[in-house]
């Protein structure tokens, strides 16, 4: 591609840095500058990265391997973001930006460990100048000039050969688009080995110099401040309790417990080859529960399919975008429930935020906790007084309490059962999930299942011990948020794009235990569920379910996605 303009040149450069006398410098070709400064701010610019996924172990192979894709496709990325940008007198002030963000990142990198999200650059914005004058140190010259000295001094020793608006478009929209179709191969020739990296250690990817702060630049942008602007419309002003709660003895309690990467293909009770649920099997051969066996996710990460599971919108409606509407929660509290959030996770991503929410951790449980990690058996300890605790008044209508598991997070699904737990051994211990033998990585998954049955079984009998004793009419609905991949067509993990998703990932196990009470109360047939058990479902059923099963009467209800309601009696 020629790309050079050597008469046109003088006229456009900056002033200051255009030659005074003589013969005019020959101009950089925009193409050599893009390429150029990528690759540099790809290998030079993220040095903590490198050292850091060097520090993690493996063979050095493996090592080099995992730097060489993750570097290929910072390269890639940065070349369509630099041909965009190659215009005239904006290049070279951008290109300038980014070397110093880079520069300073590195420092704070190197200095204090920190890494780049939008919470930090959120924060680094609203930083006075005395919190500024305590951060910097005489090391910091030395790292700027490490990291944009050179580059800087290349930049500007040159003008660049860029065209008029027209023709250069035509240029930088082909420079994007071939270094897209780069970024696409180096992504999926490094799929495997960066997923699993990305998912176990994810603060590495806000070490992406300078994307990370690109990313969060772009996110403060389009997400924090449209929100500020436009605040959460409100779900289900009209909600009421039905004419049940009037005439009640007991207050209703329902568990709604929110899966992790559970896929329904490993669930005993799916018809799956080995016995991973043997607890829930039991309750099933009691009568009281029912396993939905068609149910499709919302998502294919946490991200996306938490809020969309208790959002008032499906999932083609956008109920799998940000979510800008209240949700199920807020609609129970709204109509006089008590609502109690635990969590054995990483946060209830907003879902949470306007209810009562414990953690797991809260208090280390003997046994069950190590660290900042701990069992989903965990959740129970202490879960009476939790309850107890809650507001009488709104208690005594009745409680809607999520618990949100760990259930089978990976890739160290290893960890995700005691090892007195283990049904199926050996298990792949190593977080690099292609090294494991397929049947070992099947074994620690199947564990994690069979440990989310153990844990669902204590739950049922905690439940079944409060109906029985006459403290509330009980009742349970498990759902996961997405499957995994392991192995099936070299795919592993999960989060692949919906439109192309394998159905390990988006066909998730869904259960639900009704205590008798509950089933007189909101005149449900077992039988009648057990028969269309089959029917196929999505997490779009879960909010108009809920709000059917515990009588909560709204507009927003929708009886068509009332999963419960053709075999119950509106009460
Ligand atoms: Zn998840």
Not at 193 to 202: I, P, Q, T, V, Y
């Amino acid at each position: 591609m020629q790309l050079s303009l050597p008469h046109a040149f003088p006229r456009f450069s900056f002033p200051f840095f255009s030659r005074p006398a003589g013969l005019p410098k020959t101009p950089t070709r925009p193409g050599l500058a893009v390429w150029g400064l990528a690759l540099w701010l790809a290998s030079v610019g993220n040095l903590p990265l490198w050292q850091r996924i060097d520090a993690l172990g493996g063979s050095p192979a493996q090592r080099l391997l995992l730097i060489a894709g993750m570097g290929a496709v910072i390269a890639a990325a940065l070349v369509v973001l630099l041909s965009l940008l190659a215009w005239r007198r904006v290049f070279r002030p951008v290109a300038t930006g980014l070397l110093l963000v880079t520069a300073f990142n590195t420092h704070f990198m190197w200095q204090y460990g920190v890494v780049i999200d939008p919470t930090m650059l959120a924060n680094a914005l609203h930083t006075d100048a005395h919190e500024v004058r305590d951060l910097l140190s005489w090391t910091m010259p030395g790292t700027v000039l490490l990291v944009a000295g050179l580059p800087l001094w290349a930049l500007w020793r040159r003008p660049l050969a860029l065209r008029r608006a027209w023709p250069q478009a035509g240029r930088n929209l082909l420079g994007a688009l071939s270094a897209l179709a780069l970024l696409v191969a180096a992504a999926l020739l490094s799929y495997q080995g960066l997923a699993s990296l990305m998912r176990n250690h994810k603060d590495l990817r806000y070490m992406a110099n300078p994307l990370n702060t690109v990313y969060a630049g772009a996110r403060l942008a389009v997400d924090q401040l449209p929100r500020q602007v436009r605040p959460l419309q409100p779900v289900g002003e009209d909600a009421k309790l039905g004419a049940s709660y009037a005439r009640q003895q007991r207050p209703p309690l329902l568990v709604l417990v929110i899966g992790e990467t559970a896929r329904a293909q490993n669930f005993g009770l799916n018809g799956y080859a080995r016995q991973t649920t043997p607890g829930l099997a039991r309750w099933q051969a009691q009568g009281d529960l029912v396993n939905f066996g068609q149910v499709s996710s919302c998502g294919t990460n946490t991200q996306v399919s938490l809020p969309c599971i208790f959002s008032p919108l499906t999932r083609t409606q956008g109920g799998d975008k940000t979510p800008e509407h209240e949700n199920l929660l807020d609609v129970l509290q709204r109509a006089g429930l008590a609502v109690l959030w635990v969590d054995n996770q990483s946060g209830c991503k907003g879902v949470c935020d306007r209810m009562q929410h414990a953690n797991a951790n809260d208090h280390a449980v003997p046994g069950l906790c190590e660290g900042s990690e701990c069992f989903d058996a965990a959740m129970l300890d202490g879960l009476d007084q939790r309850i107890d605790a809650l507001d009488p008044q709104r208690r005594a209508r009745g409680v809607v309490l999520v618990m949100h598991q760990m259930g089978s997070h990976g890739p160290a699904y290893a960890h995700r059962a005691p090892e007195n737990r283990k049904l199926f051994l050996p298990e792949c211990r190593s977080i690099r999930l292609s090294d494991c033998p397929h049947e070992q990585l099947v074994n620690a998954y199947d564990n994690s299942i069979a440990y989310t049955d153990s844990f669902l079984d204590q739950t049922l009998q905690w439940l079944k011990a409060r109906a029985d004793r006459g403290s509330e009419d009980t009742g349970l609905i498990y759902v996961s948020d997405h499957g995994e991949s392991l192995g099936e067509n070299g795919l592993y993990l999960h989060g692949v794009p919906y439109a192309i998703a394998p159905v390990q990932q988006t066909r998730v196990p869904m259960v639900g235990w009704f205590s008798k009470g509950l089933q007189q109360r909101a005149g449900l047939s077992m039988g009648c569920l057990r028969g269309r058990a089959d029917q196929p479902i999505s997490h779009d059923h879960i909010f108009h379910s809920v709000l059917g099963l515990m009588d909560v009467q709204t507009r927003v209800h929708q009886p068509a996605l009332d999963a419960l309601l053709p075999c119950g009696s509106a009460a």
